[in-house]
């Protein structure tokens, strides 16, 4: 009996991903994410580096809104961005209208044809540059097989079966770590990098998951539950990161 | 200058980077003057966002070199959707920071750069021309003779830039959070041109910010057009913030009976930037 929330529970997951990652530049873009990277920070990974969104990396816990006042540690303008890109010292999560079994992603566009595109969507971004240099990870706030593709029509980020094809050299600084969706959490920790169902969010079955994925997922025969948030992830993320409850507007309950 | 001075420099199949990111800092005043003049068939090299999306609705778009176009708090460009869903634009898509690197090696004069960027995206399957380069060099972490993307230069036949302050020799100064990449479009240009919100006398320059904001220097500018709100409706930090009704408004027009024609009427079809700087003041 909890009282969390769908988008606490997310929140958390997105939190989780960033576990380990120690003194680097954590990215995630979107709302939940930015929310539950600011939970990684304020408990179990101090050592993270976050920004304000647009060109300061701030010491702040708060996510959104800096009512006192925010505290800045580094100007982190886009062109130092890429530094840290292609340097490597990153995790980013950001978002997929697309993604495959291997963690291929799309955000540019939706059609057989890239050049004529049915529609017309933001475009490559950062995404290559992303994928090859730095650890990657996905957020999906809408689960649906319309999301998790058989195939992506465009890819932009590139999977570990684009990786392996271009060999352990080029891609020695690839990773997609982990992709969290409104229903589940993921990762690639197979012997072929195929997606694998980590935890199902409280609330939704393995059934609800694989019905909502349009390719084959690898699915262990134990499969747990993603955990809530403790006492005091609770307390921080209502009273500290998110205290208008944005989180609840992007993944609401039930 | 002013900017149909500006406009007057420019000729039909130009190459045109516009300086700015998203919807924040874009040069909107002249812009506004390229909508209003004949000029057509132009290649646009931009960090996109309304900028883009305006000149591909009027139809001077020929071909478009981007990694994103986006209003920033609306996702997606209506007007850039459109034109690129009906084939109207031909387009050159990048990964981000390959149009840095595009831009600088045209600053430098080399031909191109390496970067890891773009290895095993659908960039190659869009961009046959696309070529890698074999290091001639062992890389770091074990990369012996790798292969990398070369990203061609992007020259620029003119770059268009919008700043907060600067004297009327072309000493500029950002003030706002960030520069973009402003100052790599104007070195890879052949013609280059700035409005700014205020021109200042070159003493006065270090009044609102350190010698830090002063990244663009007259060694990197041609002409300077001086147009107070003329990022409108785009953000020009600290001197104001975007218009966010208004871009809600230009947005929305996309979808609405009146489309283009009736945005363009409304606002875009007045003598020059002064009556439409009077039309959004009285708005």
């Given at each position: 009996?909890?009282?969390?929330?769908r988008?606490?529970?997310?929140?958390?997951?997105?939190?989780?991903?960033?576990?380990?990652?120690?003194?680097?530049?954590?990215n995630?873009?979107?709302?939940i994410?930015?929310?539950g990277?600011?939970?990684?920070?304020?408990?179990?990974?101090?050592?993270?580096v976050?920004?304000?969104?647009?060109?300061?990396?701030?010491?702040?816990?708060?996510?959104?809104?800096?009512?006192?006042?925010?505290?800045?540690?580094?100007?982190?303008?886009?062109?130092?961005?890429?530094?840290?890109?292609?340097?490597?010292?990153?995790?980013?999560?950001?978002?997929?209208?697309?993604?495959?079994r291997?963690g291929n992603q799309?955000?540019?566009?939706?059609?057989?044809?890239?050049?004529?595109?049915?529609?017309?969507?933001?475009?490559?971004?950062?995404?290559p540059?992303?994928?090859?240099?730095?650890t990657?990870?996905?957020?999906?706030?809408?689960?649906?097989?319309?999301?998790?593709?058989?195939?992506?029509?465009?890819?932009?980020?590139?999977?570990?079966?684009?990786?392996?094809?271009?060999?352990?050299?080029?891609?020695?600084?690839?990773?997609?770590?982990?992709?969290?969706s409104n229903?589940?959490?993921?990762?690639?920790?197979?012997?072929?990098?195929?997606?694998?169902?980590?935890s199902?969010?409280?609330?939704?079955?393995?059934?609800?998951?694989?019905e909502?994925?349009?390719?084959?997922?690898?699915?262990?025969?134990?499969?747990?539950?993603?955990r809530?948030?403790?006492?005091?992830?609770?307390?921080?993320?209502r009273?500290?990161?998110?205290?208008?409850?944005?989180?609840?507007?992007?993944?609401?309950?039930? | 200058?002013?900017?149909?001075?500006v406009?007057?420099?420019?000729?039909?199949?130009?190459?045109?980077?516009?300086?700015?990111?998203?919807?924040?800092?874009?040069?909107?005043?002249?812009?506004?003057?390229?909508?209003?003049?004949a000029?057509?068939?132009l290649?646009?090299?931009?960090?996109?966002?309304?900028d883009?999306?305006?000149?591909?609705?009027?139809g001077?778009?020929?071909?478009?070199?981007?990694?994103?176009?986006?209003?920033?708090?609306?996702?997606?460009?209506?007007?850039?959707?459109?034109a690129?869903?009906?084939?109207?634009?031909?387009?050159?898509?990048?990964?981000?920071?390959?149009?840095?690197?595009?831009?600088?090696?045209?600053?430098?004069?080399?031909?191109?750069?390496?970067?890891?960027?773009?290895?095993g995206?659908?960039?190659?399957?869009?961009?046959?021309?696309?070529?890698?380069?074999?290091?001639?060099?062992?890389?770091?972490?074990?990369g012996?003779?790798?292969?990398?993307?070369a990203?061609p230069?992007?020259?620029l036949?003119?770059?268009?830039?919008?700043?907060?302050?600067?004297?009327?020799?072309?000493?500029?100064?950002?003030?706002?959070?960030?520069?973009?990449?402003?100052?790599l479009?104007l070195?890879?240009?052949?013609?280059?041109?700035?409005?700014?919100?205020?021109?200042v006398?070159?003493?006065?320059?270090l009044?609102?910010?350190?010698?830090?904001?002063?990244?663009?220097?007259?060694?990197?500018?041609?002409?300077?057009v001086?147009?107070?709100n003329?990022?409108?409706p785009?953000?020009?930090?600290?001197?104001?913030?975007?218009?966010?009704?208004?871009?809600?408004?230009?947005?929305?027009?996309a979808?609405?009976?009146?489309?283009?024609?009736?945005?363009?009427?409304?606002?875009?079809?007045?003598?020059?930037?002064?009556?439409?700087?009077?039309?959004?003041?009285?708005?």
């Amino acid at each position: 009996m909890s009282t969390a929330t769908r988008a606490g529970v997310c929140a958390v997951a997105v939190a989780e991903a960033f576990r380990g990652d120690g003194e680097r530049l954590a990215n995630p873009i979107g709302t939940i994410p930015m929310i539950g990277g600011r939970l990684a920070r304020a408990s179990f990974e101090p050592d993270l580096v976050m920004t304000d969104g647009e060109a300061c990396l701030v010491a702040d816990h708060a996510a959104f809104e800096w009512p006192s006042g925010k505290v800045s540690e580094a100007w982190n303008p886009y062109r130092r961005m890429f530094d840290v890109v292609w340097g490597g010292r990153r995790h980013v999560m950001m978002g997929a209208t697309q993604v495959d079994r291997y963690g291929n992603q799309n955000i540019a566009a939706l059609g057989p044809d890239p050049q004529r595109p049915k529609v017309q969507l933001l475009g490559f971004r950062g995404a290559p540059g992303n994928t090859i240099n730095n650890t990657t990870s996905y957020w999906v706030p809408n689960h649906s097989p319309k999301v998790f593709v058989e195939r992506v029509d465009v890819v932009c980020g590139i999977g570990y079966d684009r990786a392996a094809e271009l060999g352990p050299v080029a891609a020695r600084f690839h990773e997609i770590r982990r992709v969290v969706s409104n229903l589940g959490v993921f990762d690639f920790e197979t012997p072929d990098h195929r997606m694998r169902l980590r935890s199902v969010h409280p609330g939704v079955s393995v059934d609800d998951v694989v019905e909502a994925t349009g390719f084959e997922l690898v699915v262990p025969d134990d499969v747990g539950e993603s955990r809530p948030p403790t006492e005091d992830e609770l307390r921080l993320l209502r009273d500290v990161i998110d205290p208008s409850g944005l989180r609840e507007a992007e993944v609401p309950d039930g | 200058m002013t900017e149909d001075d500006v406009v007057a420099r420019l000729e039909p199949g130009m190459t045109i980077g516009i300086g700015g990111w998203g919807s924040r800092r874009k040069p909107m005043s002249v812009v506004r003057a390229i909508l209003r003049s004949a000029l057509h068939d132009l290649t646009v090299v931009s960090y996109g966002g309304p900028d883009v999306g305006m000149l591909c609705a009027a139809g001077k778009v020929r071909r478009l070199v981007f990694a994103f176009v986006s209003l920033d708090s609306i996702p997606l460009e209506p007007y850039f959707r459109r034109a690129r869903e009906s084939g109207a634009v031909e387009c050159t898509e990048l990964d981000e920071g390959m149009v840095l690197l595009g831009l600088q090696a045209a600053a430098w004069r080399v031909p191109f750069l390496p970067t890891r960027a773009g290895l095993g995206s659908d960039l190659f399957r869009v961009n046959p021309d696309l070529r890698t380069v074999r290091s001639p060099y062992p890389g770091p972490g074990g990369g012996d003779g790798e292969e990398l993307v070369a990203v061609p230069a992007l020259p620029l036949d003119a770059a268009l830039c919008h700043l907060n302050r600067s004297d009327e020799r072309g000493n500029a100064q950002y003030l706002g959070p960030d520069l973009y990449f402003d100052d790599l479009m104007l070195e890879a240009a052949e013609q280059r041109f700035i409005s700014v919100e205020r021109v200042v006398p070159t003493e006065r320059l270090l009044d609102e910010g350190s010698v830090h904001t002063l990244r663009i220097g007259r060694l990197l500018v041609d002409g300077v057009v001086e147009a107070p709100n003329g990022a409108h409706p785009t953000s020009c930090d600290p001197d104001y913030g975007r218009d966010e009704g208004f871009q809600r408004e230009y947005a929305a027009s996309a979808r609405g009976a009146g489309g283009w024609d009736g945005f363009r009427r409304r606002w875009l079809d007045v003598a020059d930037e002064a009556a439409y700087q009077r039309a959004v003041a009285g708005r």
